[in-house]
């Protein structure tokens, strides 16, 4: 079934609902598991072009993936992370083809209306524009 499992995570409260539940879909089906995070901001925007160094926010996000990468091990999980910096769609739909994922999970905020035009932008993006099944549950 699934082998591989892109994880998108966005360092905040509604990463928990993801990952609880993929970790479970992970043990049933054997799946290595790669939990993603696009360092957004200004300086990982241009980190390459401008050849800056990392952002204490980029240095609080590589901590945290390591983190979860930690807690899913301790669970018996196969687990990498990658901090990707740019356009979080753009960079989850590169990741995910270069890493021959067949599997995206991603949490939404459940917005309605103006809010999902402007805040569900990524998980749009990404669910139409990737070849491989999309799990996408709204956060708790």
Same mark, same amino acid.
Do not use: C
């Given at each position: 079934?699934?082998?591989?499992?892109?994880?998108?995570?966005?360092? &905040?409260?509604?990463? %928990?609902?993801?990952? $609880?539940?993929?970790?479970? /879909?992970?043990?049933?089906?054997? *799946?290595?598991? @790669?939990?993603?995070?696009?360092?957004?901001?200004?300086?990982?925007?241009?980190?390459?072009?401008?050849?800056?160094?990392? &952002?204490?926010?980029? %240095?609080?996000?590589? $901590?945290?993936?390591?983190? /979860?990468?930690?807690?899913?091990? *301790?669970?018996? @999980?196969?687990?990498?992370?990658?901090?990707?910096?740019?356009?979080?769609?753009?960079?989850?739909?590169?990741?995910?083809?270069?890493?021959?994922?067949?599997?995206?999970?991603?949490?939404?905020?459940?917005?309605?209306?103006?809010?999902?035009?402007?805040?569900?932008?990524?998980?749009?993006?990404?669910?139409?524009?990737?070849?491989?099944?999309?799990?996408l549950l709204r956060a708790q």
């Open positions: 079934m699934y082998r591989r499992i892109l994880v998108a995570v966005e360092n &905040s409260g509604a990463d %928990r609902t993801i990952i $609880n539940h993929v970790a479970e /879909l992970a043990k049933v089906t054997g *799946a290595e598991l @790669l939990l993603v995070h696009v360092a957004d901001g200004w300086a990982a925007r241009n980190f390459d072009q401008l050849q800056l160094r990392e &952002s204490e926010e980029m %240095r609080s996000d590589r $901590n945290y993936l390591e983190q /979860l990468r930690s807690e899913l091990t *301790a669970r018996g @999980l196969t687990v990498e992370t990658r901090l990707a910096m740019g356009d979080p769609a753009t960079e989850l739909i590169k990741v995910s083809q270069d890493q021959g994922v067949d599997l995206i999970a991603m949490s939404t905020h459940g917005h309605r209306f103006v809010k999902d035009v402007l805040l569900g932008a990524t998980a749009d993006r990404v669910r139409h524009l990737v070849k491989v099944p999309v799990l």
